[in-house]
């Protein structure tokens, strides 16, 4: 069974421009995730899916940010403008059941110069 | 609101010995799963162990096991016969149950050196 795949694993951008991350989950699994990992620290939330809707985007900064999840499979999650703050690595996760545990995938790492 | 804190920044082994990680948490939610995570330099996160507030015995998978105690809010990960391989940053993170599938809240994070 194939894991959560995302693209592009590496991406610098310069200041002001816009950027895509691309996610595609565990087949099957309804519930879609997007952490943002600063460099040192834990992941931490930024969007929740349950199939099409999202449920949790209290910590997604509206202002520059968007997520959608057309037909409650693949996500994309957009920046933009970027901004020097923005570099960290963007991790998708998918889950299935109530209780079970999160499947990552390999992230994105941004570098905005 | 869930908090993990993870106190060790940064941890040293010798081959072929046990490591213990320490992860104590906090919570109102009376229902919730602890986890423990792997994240070598490549970024992935790798699952490696779940224990739920309501399971009576400890978790373990192979070398991993999870020494949880509810009472003093900790929920520790101890690595047997530790493996150059086991060299990573590890994260505890832990979720509410009782309300559909909760994002995870993660501590900062400990790195397991292991040396031969």
């Known amino acids: 069974e194939a894991g959560v795949v995302q693209s592009p694993r590496y991406k610098i951008i310069e200041k002001k421009q816009p950027v895509a991350f691309w996610c595609n989950p565990i087949?099957?699994?309804?519930?879609l995730y997007w952490y943002r990992q600063n460099l040192g620290q834990g992941p931490e939330l930024l969007i929740r899916?349950?199939?099409?809707?999202?449920?949790?985007d209290s910590q997604l900064p509206k202002d520059r940010f968007s997520a959608e999840r057309l037909k409650g499979v693949d996500s994309t999650l957009k920046i933009q403008p970027a901004e020097l703050g923005d570099s960290a690595v963007y991790l998708c996760?998918?889950?299935?059941?109530?209780?079970?545990?999160?499947?990552f995938g390999p992230g994105t790492r941004l570098t905005v110069t | 609101a869930q908090k993990i804190t993870q106190t060790q920044p940064g941890m040293f082994v010798q081959e072929k010995e046990a490591v213990t990680l320490d992860c104590t948490y906090d919570?109102?939610?009376?229902?919730?799963?602890l986890f423990w995570y792997k994240q070598p330099s490549s970024g992935e996160m790798i699952f490696l162990i779940y224990?739920?507030?309501?399971?009576?015995q400890n978790a373990t998978e192979g070398r991993y096991s999870l020494n949880f105690q509810k009472a003093r809010k900790s929920a520790n990960l101890v690595i047997s016969a530790s493996q150059l391989g086991d060299s990573a940053m590890y994260f505890c993170?832990?979720?509410?149950?009782?309300?559909?599938?909760?994002?995870?809240?993660f501590g900062k994070g400990t790195r397991l050196s292991v040396i031969a």
């Open positions: 996760a998918s889950s299935s059941t109530r209780e079970g545990e999160q499947y």
């Open positions: 087949s099957g699994h309804n519930t």
């Open positions: 899916y349950e199939n099409e809707e999202a449920v949790d």
């Open positions: 919570t109102s939610d009376p229902s919730y799963g």
């Open positions: 224990q739920g507030s309501y399971d009576q």
């Open positions: 993170a832990m979720r509410a149950l009782n309300s559909g599938n909760t994002p995870l809240v």
